[in-house]
């Protein structure tokens, strides 16, 4: 397994433990925790996510096919945490991450 391989991989574990942990703070499974280690988790992932992109375009592999997740994950700032467009945009960069993962990697 080549490092844009592992990294398409730990990106996805990490957008999947962002998901899970938003849920758990959506519907108010963890309000007495603070919520830096989602915000943290956020960090990885969008950090993963441009790490991902770089080796794939290092590798003459489609790196295009991960830069609409990379843009969803961006906007992500712009959403308000607690309202719908913002657990529905989470979804939408997960879909979007799901997709270009799998462009690069087939």
Same mark, same amino acid.
């Given at each position: 397994?080549?490092?844009?391989?592992?990294?398409?991989?730990?990106?996805?574990? =990490?957008?999947?433990?962002?998901? =899970?942990l /938003?849920? +758990?703070?959506?519907? /108010?499974?963890?309000?007495d925790?603070?919520?830096? &280690?989602?915000?943290?988790?956020?960090?990885?992932?969008?950090?993963?996510?441009?790490? !991902?992109?770089?080796?794939?375009?290092?590798?003459?592999?489609?790196?295009?096919a991960?830069? &609409? !997740?990379?843009?969803?994950?961006?906007?992500?700032?712009?959403?308000?945490?607690?309202?719908?467009?913002h657990?529905?945009?989470?979804?939408?960069?997960?879909? !979007?991450? +799901?997709v270009?993962?799998?462009?690069?990697? +087939?």
């Amino acid at each position: 397994m080549n490092a844009l391989y592992a990294v398409l991989l730990g990106t996805g574990a =990490l957008l999947a433990l962002l998901l =899970l942990l /938003g849920l +758990s703070l959506q519907i /108010g499974w963890r309000r007495d925790q603070t919520r830096w &280690p989602h915000h943290a988790l956020f960090f990885a992932v969008c950090a993963g996510t441009l790490l !991902a992109l770089g080796l794939a375009w290092w590798a003459g592999e489609r790196w295009w096919a991960l830069l &609409p !997740a990379l843009l969803l994950l961006l906007g992500m700032t712009r959403t308000k945490a607690g309202r719908r467009n913002h657990w529905q945009l989470a979804l939408g960069c997960a879909v !979007a991450y +799901s997709v270009g993962a799998w462009c690069v990697w +087939s």
